[in-house]
Every structure is written in structure tokens, then in C-alpha cells.
């Protein structure tokens, strides 16, 4: 019998009150162990799509499935402490020491404070943060890179075995930006974690990604590796989104999207 | 409420509560009443002196809120059972007496033995240069005249009302005002007619000339104790003590009584004893030491000072209402802008009406209460809760709604139930949004208390609403300085509070 998959969609449509469609029909299945890029522009659907796993949304019709269970029959609250999740600014409570912020799952999970305060500590030091010199911390007294350092260090906490990242080096500086992807591949090697990442930047997704899912208008146009994907681009959008990549001069985008 | 409710309002035991109207001779017509009954009876007394005109005062004795108060039979003819002022004085008062026992069971004990009636004065220089002797004279010049007249004779029927259609009498100009600044006012020249009773002392003083009422327009009043019947059935020695006073004051009596408070600037309770003594009624105990004489002359501060057992008694009364109706506020308040937070729709809607509260003046909602509870301190905390309300619904509402959104959906998503985001996270994000509200709904309570005096609840208003009856400006100061005072501290205090509660790590980001 083979091993469910550790994310999965199948149909799932998102059709919000005001008529406008954010998930158009995508099927797809993340292994476990195995990091998803999700990369499109804004307003293709990507973020939703993250979130159905979580039921931060819920969809319209179709279903989306947490180790080969419809999450609709699960307790959010009990899924979402079993997911962690890294928003694009950090989403740290602003009034929380770092510490706490890190320690926000065990707590909910009930540990006792000393062994959420190790915890703590160990993830602070997984992340590349001092415990000693940002524990007693405030978000406020952070470098952005810092805050998603922390805010990663708080998905981890609760030993989730899935991370969901919603645009995680967004909101940063290129310089920083690429050391917390340098910080990200070693960790995604040393902890066999299944993460879901969006971005809107291919070049993240490049490096990040063991597969990528390229998403338009609420559909999934590719998903692969990003060797076939490079290779083999199969639709028109995707080869454009390459070349802009590649530095090329871009033939204009049918349907009028300018560059991401 | 069920707490509230259970506050003493009604006459307990063997307590007669005694009330008064806002001014002078009402009030020294109480004391008496209140000290015979002291020295007499067995019984003790509780004053509410100063009551916002002869509406409050009736309701307040309809409801029980008090068993008797002085009342002249005219009022009670033509304001309180709304029939034309004819008759004598023998004739009004069995009219009133049948109508108010049929009606309320309510008693009008012997008349005290002065007749008493509105009549209208003008500074005697103007009655002499205009040749003014008569209400029928005034009529004629008084289109170029200025009228400066009691709020409760503006809007009488045997009063303005009823002059304009008996005389023809319409002034240029009518200006509503306290009786104690009529006075001053027309000494000053600033108003040139005023409404003055006959039994006013200070006629003589400010050199007025009463306008003889040619037409007989105002009916003769008499001035008796109004009384609840149950009182009188359960503590019958009222009736009696009261009894004694039958016949007993006449006008010039009553003169030079009412000029003692109201240019003497002694105390209701001097007096009454003095006039008790000099009627041979002085009980064994008169308890004159209530208000011992207001030594007139003296600065602020050692009047402050002399008055200091009084002004802390107040003060806690004035912290006890406005702590009472901000409790009440915050327990109602906070949860209404919690579920509106929740429930967006009706949320603007609600908070809207709320508002509206706000607009209606502190007075009249004061007093709307009083057919329903009395008055007292039930009603007082009743209207300043509902003043409490909006701010701090507002505030709740608005501090909740607009709480780091990226944390809640952070807190949110990572595993937190509603209840646990509300508690740990918007709800101390809200914290110094929510505290600035229930500041603002302290400072709000505190000053409007100063109001609650009018019906009857003490405090601070106390000796605002008297000094404002007797033109006491230092009296006024000893209320209105220490409730500023309370408001300012307790700002403070809340400011520190509100300190407290601020998130750590909200400070650094500005």
C-alpha cells in the first residue's frame, strides 16, 4: 500500500463572496520529506492554496488532505498545532519576548515551561540566534532578518513535521534574503521536514525548491523539478517567467502581466 | 443592579427621610421639619435637601424615595394637578387636600400659618421714573423691559405663562435664572423685573418695589408639610410633631428667617434650631451640629478647612458613585464591545446608539429616572452607568478590531483557539486603547456626579447645587475645586494603570 502523501489537494476551488476566483481547480500531492515552491505573481492563487492545508481557508468544493486525511474532518485547532507556519513578516506577537514567541506552541501543547524554555533555546540556536543576546527580545528590537529567524524558530518548536511558509524572505534585503536561504537548504537537509514555501521570486523557488508548482490565474500551470522545468518549460507563461530569469529580453506576456 | 437595587432607598425602620426644593425657605422648612421631628420622635432622620424643583421632589415622594417635604397648596394645585389657580386660600388648600389623598394618599399637614405667593418686582429707582405701581403698569413698558425670571415661574401657568394672558405682560427680553442671582442680577441692573414670594427677605435689601397684582392674578399659597400616608400610619408621631407647627410662622416671621440664609449666610440648621427655640418646640435633642453656622468672611482655605470632615465625607460619597457606575460600565461594557468585535453587523449600529446617550443632558437623564427608582444614589449610579457605557464600548470595540492583525493571524494560525487569541493576544494589544476609554468614561462619571446632588445622591455636588441656591461662591468652590481634584487624580491613577497594562515591546516600536 503505498504512503499517503504528506500534503495533498485534489479539485480544490476557492471562489470568494465577492465572485472574485482564487483557486481555479489544483490538484497536487507534496511528498513527505520533500519542499514545495509555490511561485506566481500576486493574486495567483499560491498563498490560498498554502492555507486550505492549515484551514486558515476553507475551500469551496474539492478537498485538501493532511497525511491522507480530509482536513475538513480534523480539528483545526489540533491541525494547525500539528503545522507549523512562517508568515512573510515574521507575525511575531509584538508583545512577547522572543522567547515566549518561540515557545508559543509548546505552551499551547501544554509542556512544562522548563522544558518549553530549553526548547526555546535549542531552536533559537538552530535558527542562528544568540538565546542569551535576543531571548529577552522584543519583535520590535529586531532586524527583519531576525524576526524571521525567530518566526521560524517558533514553526519548529512544536516538532511539526509540516511547515507551511507563506513568502518567508519577502519582506527582506537581497543580502539577508540570501543568507536565511543559505541558512534554509542546510536546515531543510539536516531536519526532513515536508515544507510548502511561497514566493514570487523563481529564483527562490529555484533554489529552494525540490519541486515547483508555477501558479496562474487560480491554476497550477507546472509542477516539477526545477531541472524539467528548465529544461522543459511546456507553457508559454513559464518560458517567459524563465527567460525574465535568464535575463533575457522578454517577449511581452500574453494576458498583460508585467514582470514579477 | 440586583446589588443596587438592594441599596437603601426606601424610608427604612425608624427613618423618616425628609426632603426640600432648591431654594432657601424650602430648605428651612425641611430642617424645621427635620429637627422636630429629631427632638420629638424617637426617630432619625435622613435629609435630601435641594432637590431639582417641585417635579423631582413630588416623584421622589410618590415613590417613597422620601416621606415628606414642604410644599406650598397653590403648586400643588396648578402644578402638580394642572387646575387653574382659582379660589382662596381655604378653598385651595381642601382642594388639594381631597384631589392628592384620593389620588396618592398623600397628606398636606396643617398649614404653617403664612400665606405665601408669587409676585413680580422691579428695582424701586425704574417703578418711580416709569411710574409703575401696578402689574397693569407693567404691562405697558414692559416690551422695552428685560425679565429675569425662575426657571420654574417661566414655565407655571400661575406663573409667566399665565401673567402673559391675564395681563398682557411680555417682556423684550426673558432670561431664565437661579433665584439667588436674580437678585444680583437686578440690583445690577442687568435685568429690570424679577419673580419674588412674599415671605423673601431680601426685598428690603436690594431695594425692590413689589407691582401690586391688581387683577388678582396669583393665588394665595400656604405653605404645610406634604406627607406619604404610609409614614404617617406607620410613625404617627410625625403627624403629631409636625402638628405643632400649625398656624405657627407668620409672613414676617419668615422674612427674617429666610434673609438669615440668604444674606446672614448661616446654615439651615442654626436657623431652624433658632426658630424651634423661639417658638418654645425646641426638642431635648436638636441636633443643630449638623451645619454648624457657615462663618461668612473667612478665606477658602480655612473654609476648606472647617468644612473638612463634610468635604472627605462627600468626596468618598462622590468616589462610591462614580466607582459604582464605572464597575458597572466596565463589567457591561467591555463584554458588549467584545461581542460587537464579533458580531460586525449590528456593531456601528449599536455603537451608534450608545452615542446617542451621550447627548442627552446629564440633568434630564438624571431625573428620568426618578419615577422609576427614587431618588437617592440608585438613580444617580444608574444614569452616570449609562454615561460610562459608549466610552469604553468604543474603545473595546475599536482596540480589538484594530489589534496587530499580522499577530492575531499569526497566533491564529499556529494553533490558537478564539478564546486564547482574545486572551492573549488582542486583548492585550487592545489594552492601552481599552484603558484610555475607561479613562475617559471616569473622568466623564466623576464630573457628571457633581450632578447627581440635584437628586438627591450627596457627594460632591452637594455643595455646588447649595451654594449655587444661596449665590455662595465659596460654597460652590468646596464642591466643584475637590471634584476636580478627584477627577485629575484618578486620571492619574489610571494613566499608571494603563501604563501598567501597555504590552511590553509596544513601547520600542515608536
Redesign the interface.
Known amino acids: 500500500m503505498p504512503v499517503a502523501p504528506a500534503l495533498e489537494a485534489v479539485g480544490v476551488r476557492k471562489t470568494y463572496g465577492d465572485g472574485t476566483t482564487a483557486l481555479a481547480g489544483v490538484d497536487l500531492a507534496v511528498a513527505t520529506g520533500e519542499t514545495l515552491a509555490l511561485v506566481g505573481e500576486s493574486g495567483s492563487g499560491k498563498t490560498t492554496l498554502l492555507r486550505l492545508w492549515n484551514r486558515m481557508v476553507e475551500p469551496t468544493s474539492g478537498e485538501a488532505r493532511v497525511e491522507g486525511r480530509a482536513v475538513r474532518d480534523l480539528d483545526p485547532i489540533e491541525l494547525r498545532l500539528r503545522i507549523g507556519y512562517v508568515p512573510q513578516d515574521g507575525g511575531l506577537l509584538p508583545h512577547w519576548t522572543v522567547f515566549e514567541n518561540v515557545a508559543l506552541v509548546p505552551r499551547l501543547l501544554g509542556w512544562e515551561p522548563r522544558r518549553r524554555r530549553e526548547r526555546a533555546r535549542e531552536m533559537l540556536e538552530l535558527v542562528g540566534l544568540d538565546p542569551g543576546l535576543h531571548g529577552e527580545r522584543y519583535s520590535a528590537e529586531l532586524s527583519g532578518g531576525q524576526r524571521q529567524r525567530a518566526a521560524f524558530a517558533r514553526a519548529l518548536a512544536g516538532d511539526a513535521a509540516i511547515v507551511l511558509l507563506d513568502e518567508p524572505f519577502g519582506a527582506l534585503d537581497a543580502l539577508t534574503r540570501q543568507e536565511l536561504q543559505q541558512q534554509f537548504l542546510e536546515l531543510k537537509g539536516r531536519l526532513g521536514k515536508t515544507m510548502t514555501l511561497v514566493t514570487h521570486d523563481l529564483g527562490e523557488a529555484f533554489r529552494l525548491g525540490d519541486r515547483i508548482g508555477v501558479m496562474r490565474g487560480g491554476r497550477l500551470l507546472r509542477l516539477d523539478t526545477p531541472e524539467e522545468i528548465a529544461r522543459h518549460p511546456g507553457d508559454d507563461y513559464v518560458r517567459r517567467l524563465l527567460d525574465l530569469r535568464a535575463g533575457l529580453d522578454p517577449a511581452p506576456i500574453p494576458g498583460g502581466a508585467s514582470a514579477l | 443592579m440586583i446589588l443596587l437595587t438592594a441599596l437603601p432607598v426606601q424610608a427604612a425602620g425608624g427613618t423618616v427621610v425628609v426632603g426640600s426644593k432648591n431654594f432657601e425657605e424650602s430648605r428651612l422648612l425641611a430642617e424645621i421639619f427635620a429637627q422636630l421631628i429629631e427632638g420629638r420622635t424617637g426617630l432619625k432622620v435622613e435629609r435630601r435637601l435641594g432637590l431639582a424643583g417641585t417635579q423631582v421632589c413630588f416623584e421622589a415622594l410618590r415613590t417613597g424615595a422620601i416621606d415628606l417635604y414642604p410644599e406650598y397648596t397653590g403648586t400643588g394645585l396648578v402644578t402638580l394637578l394642572g387646575e387653574p389657580a382659582r379660589g382662596s386660600a381655604n378653598q385651595i388648600l381642601n382642594r388639594v387636600r381631597s384631589e392628592f389623598l384620593a389620588r396618592w394618599d398623600l397628606w398636606w399637614l396643617s398649614p404653617l400659618g403664612f400665606e405665601n405667593s408669587f409676585e413680580v418686582a422691579v428695582p424701586a429707582e425704574l417703578a418711580r421714573r416709569e411710574g409703575l405701581d401696578t402689574l397693569t403698569d407693567l404691562a405697558r413698558v414692559a416690551p422695552r423691559l428685560r425679565g429675569g425670571f425662575g426657571y420654574e415661574f417661566v414655565g407655571r401657568e400661575d406663573g409667566l405663562l399665565g401673567l402673559a394672558k391675564a395681563y398682557g405682560l411680555h417682556f423684550r427680553q426673558v432670561q431664565p435664572m437661579q433665584q439667588a442671582i436674580q437678585y444680583r442680577a437686578a440690583g445690577e441692573r442687568r435685568i429690570d423685573a424679577l419673580d419674588v414670594y412674599t415671605t423673601d427677605g431680601r426685598l428690603v435689601l436690594y431695594n425692590l418695589k413689589v407691582l401690586r397684582d391688581d387683577r388678582h392674578f396669583f393665588p394665595p399659597y400656604e405653605a404645610a408639610a406634604l406627607t406619604r400616608g404610609t409614614a404617617l400610619r406607620a410613625h404617627p408621631e410625625v403627624g403629631a410633631a409636625l402638628g405643632l407647627l400649625g398656624g405657627a410662622l407668620d409672613a414676617d416671621r419668615m422674612r427674617a428667617l429666610n434673609l438669615r440664609l440668604q444674606e446672614g449666610h448661616e446654615s439651615e440648621a442654626v436657623v431652624a434650631r433658632d426658630a424651634l427655640r423661639d417658638l418654645g418646640l425646641a426638642g431635648a435633642a436638636a441636633r443643630g451640629k449638623r451645619q454648624e453656622g457657615r462663618s461668612h468672611g473667612a478665606g477658602l482655605l480655612p473654609y476648606l478647612w472647617q468644612e473638612r470632615s463634610a468635604l472627605l465625607r462627600r468626596t468618598l460619597e462622590h468616589l462610591g458613585l462614580s466607582a459604582l457606575a464605572l464597575g458597572f460600565g466596565c463589567l457591561a461594557a467591555i463584554p458588549l464591545g467584545l461581542f460587537l468585535e464579533r458580531h460586525r453587523r449590528p456593531a456601528e449600529g449599536v455603537i451608534r446608539g450608545l452615542g446617542l446617550t451621550q447627548t442627552i443632558p446629564s440633568l434630564a437623564l438624571l431625573a428620568f429616572f426618578i419615577p422609576f427608582l427614587g431618588v437617592g444614589a440608585l438613580p444617580a449610579v444608574v444614569a452616570l452607568w449609562i454615561y460610562s457605557l459608549y466610552p469604553i464600548v468604543r474603545n473595546t470595540f475599536t482596540g480589538v478590531r484594530d489589534a ?1 492583525p ?2 492575531v ?9 478564539d478564546g ?1 487569541v482574545l486572551r ?2 488582542r486583548l ?2 487592545a489594552a492601552p486603547v481599552l484603558m484610555a476609554g475607561v479613562r475617559t468614561a471616569a473622568v466623564l462619571t466623576i464630573g457628571t456626579a457633581t450632578l447627581a446632588a440635584f437628586i438627591g445622591a450627596g457627594g460632591l455636588g452637594e455643595p455646588i447645587v447649595t451654594g449655587l441656591q444661596l449665590a455662595d461662591s465659596r460654597m460652590i468652590l468646596s464642591g466643584a475645586i475637590p471634584a476636580a481634584l478627584l477627577a485629575l487624580l484618578v486620571d492619574g491613577v489610571l494613566g499608571r494603570v494603563e501604563g501598567a497594562l501597555r ?7 515608536r
Open positions: 496587530d499580522r499577530a493571524e499569526a497566533a491564529t494560525a499556529l494553533g490558537m483557539t486564547q492573549l493576544v492585550p494589544l504590552p511590553p515591546g509596544l513601547e520600542a516600536r
